[in-house]
């Protein structure tokens, strides 16, 4: 997948798959083995560990 903005989709429900919804730059695509799952979940914490608070912003 091309990099862009994605989302995870958790379900509680067994019957409902966790799922990616990833943006490309052609389209957008939805990914849901769990290699891809596991890797999207990766860059999203390590993103979120990188980012600065909204209290700590400044413009």
Same mark, same amino acid.
């Given at each position: 997948?091309?990099?862009?903005?994605? =989302?995870?989709? +958790?379900?509680?429900?067994?019957?409902?798959?966790?799922? /990616?919804?990833?943006? =490309?730059? =052609?389209?957008?695509? @939805?990914? !849901?083995?769990?290699?891809?799952? $596991? !890797? @999207?979940?990766?860059?999203? =914490?390590? $993103?979120?560990?990188?980012? /600065?608070?909204?209290? +700590?912003?400044?413009?």
């Amino acid at each position: 997948m091309a990099a862009g903005g994605f =989302t995870i989709l +958790d379900f509680h429900d067994p019957d409902d798959p966790d799922i /990616v919804y990833a943006e =490309t730059l =052609t389209g957008a695509r @939805y990914g !849901e083995l769990p290699a891809e799952l $596991t !890797e @999207y979940r990766r860059i999203f =914490t390590s $993103t979120y560990a990188l980012s /600065v608070p909204i209290s +700590d912003y400044r413009l």
